[in-house]
């Protein structure tokens, strides 16, 4: 009876820690999210640096983010729904190539814009 305590004591102990382990392990994490960096890395080829379209952004109509008036009138799911979807033959659409978690940082990025 001693021997099986200490089996099922052991088991328990196991089980949790490796509960406990793996709970606390993620892919990636919000806060490990460089949006910027996304943002340079994705985006800026046709929304500029600065939120305004380059040259081939205005070639593709793409969106002048620092428009206040598109800014006030375009909701964040709007702008995820844009990223995750694209505009077929004007913007690629990045839900194969970013995460959900990612293209939901891009949008302060984005509304940060509107604020200068």
Request: include cysteine; charged fraction near 25%.
């Amino acid at each position: 009876m001693h021997k099986t305590g200490i089996f099922t004591a052991t088991s328990f102990v196991v089980v949790v820690g490796v509960i406990v382990f793996f709970s606390g392990t993620s892919v990636s994490s919000a806060a490990d999210i460089d949006a910027k960096k996304l943002y340079m890395t994705h985006c800026k080829t046709c929304h500029g640096e600065n939120g305004k379209p380059t040259d081939l952004g205005v070639g593709l109509e793409a969106r002048d983010f620092t428009d206040a008036a598109w800014q006030a009138k375009v909701t964040d799911e709007q702008i995820i729904k844009q990223i995750n979807n694209g505009t077929p033959e004007k913007m690629m659409p990045f839900k194969e190539k970013l995460s959900q978690e990612e293209i939901k940082a891009l949008v302060p990025v984005v509304r940060s814009f509107g604020k200068k």
